[in-house]
């Protein structure tokens, strides 16, 4: 009678791993990569809808609406990664009267609270931590913020405010290099 011996040589599972090893060692650099693009589109995406938030607040409401940076917990602008640790949309009071308070930040006035989930770097170039829409939509001054996981020669995004409150992302070979 004679059986087969249905099991694997020593041979045949050092050529399988040893295939595994080198096909593993291509695949996860380029899966890093699409995790770190991931969290700089996402939060770019989340950034941009914060703002069109913002801006559709403001003509609603016909008062400013301030979008600010500051992770949860903090003041808005008391961030040392500017806007990567998180940001604040609020609106600021009226009075009676109709005219608008300035009466400042003071907590659990949000509207939105938004944190991205992997903590990119985001530093508007010129360090403005807070964009104010008008009751037109439009936006007190136009910003630029650069998007990167680390500012080690990947592509980085940067997302410019147009001065009619219109964000807009774009893929920038030169922005992580620095």
């Known amino acids: 009678m004679h059986t087969d011996n249905c099991g694997f040589t020593i041979i045949e599972i050092m050529l399988a791993i040893a295939v595994a090893a080198v096909l593993m060692s291509l695949a996860i650099p380029n899966f890093q990569m699409s995790i770190r693009n991931n969290c700089m589109a996402t939060s770019a995406n989340l950034f941009v809808t914060s703002l069109q938030y913002a801006r559709s607040e403001a003509i609603k409401r016909r ?52 944190t991205p989930a992997c903590a990119p770097m985001m530093d508007e170039t010129n360090n403005v931590v807070q964009f104010t829409y008008q009751p037109n939509g439009f936006i007190d001054r136009r910003g630029a913020l650069e998007i990167c996981m680390d500012k080690r020669g990947e592509r980085g995004r940067e997302l410019t405010v147009s001065p009619t409150g219109r964000p807009r992302v774009t893929g920038n070979d030169d922005l992580c290099s620095s």
């Open 63 to 114: 008062q400013p609406v301030m979008v600010a940076a500051g992770a949860p917990g903090q003041a808005p602008g008391d961030s040392t990664n500017e806007w990567g640790g998180g940001w604040h949309v609020w609106a600021e009071g009226r009075l009676t009267d109709g005219s608008i308070a300035d009466d400042g930040y003071t907590p659990g006035d949000e509207l939105r609270v938004s």
